[in-house]
């Protein structure tokens, strides 16, 4: 964003770039400084062989995840599909709709019809036997400046595609304002990410 163009109508060759890394950063200001958030400005001053704390979401996901490392076997599936259709659905309840629907709600409702037809890739294996999951809870992978996150949009199967949008939308806010509980980490089956 600081470096300047010296190509044609103001494009950035690479020598400018090559001279933007050679040159000094400038020292930020005392008030551009405090503006950062705490997590930007620990990341920044984190050096090689350094100890780097953890807080409290980055604690809890990484729990959570190395726990679904171990119980939950792990597959990835490619399917190729035309969205001509979604996509043209899509743009006409965004014209109406008083929620704007997103891409990964409409992903979030096909998991859940898929995991209710086929409830068996809802479990995890207890022992000798297979745990079905006791809800449709679908974990919504969500970026935030220290990482990334995946609380659960709760009951999808029963939910429409604008319940969705809503209670994804409400999820992301509560997510990237830090105001997650520990319920809304518990209890998911699967974890869709776009």
Do not use: W
């Not at 992301?172 to 520990?182: C, G, M, V, W």
């Amino acid at each position: 964003a600081t470096v300047r163009g010296t190509g044609p109508a103001g494009k950035i060759p690479e020598a400018d770039i090559r001279a933007a890394a050679e040159a000094k950063p400038a020292k930020a200001t005392p008030a551009a400084a405090a503006a950062k958030p705490a997590a930007t400005t620990a990341a920044a001053e984190a050096k090689l062989g350094s100890t780097v704390p953890i807080n409290r979401l980055q604690r809890i996901t990484g729990e959570r995840m190395l726990k679904s490392k171990q119980e939950i076997p792990c597959f990835y599936l490619t399917v190729r599909v035309d969205m001509t259709d979604l996509v043209a659905a899509r743009a006409k309840m965004n014209e109406t709709g008083a929620v704007k629907v997103a891409f990964n709600d409409f992903i979030l409702k096909a998991v859940a019809m898929g995991l209710e037809k086929f409830p068996l890739m809802t479990g995890q294996v207890a022992g000798n036997a297979i745990k079905l999951a006791d809800a449709i809870h679908v974990g919504l992978a969500i970026s935030v400046p220290d990482g990334l996150v995946a609380p659960l949009v709760k009951d999808v199967n029963n939910k429409s595609v604008a319940q969705i949008a809503r209670d994804s939308q409400a999820l992301i806010e509560r997510t990237r304002a830090d105001k997650l509980d520990l319920s809304d980490l518990e209890g998911g089956c699967i974890t869709v990410s776009n």
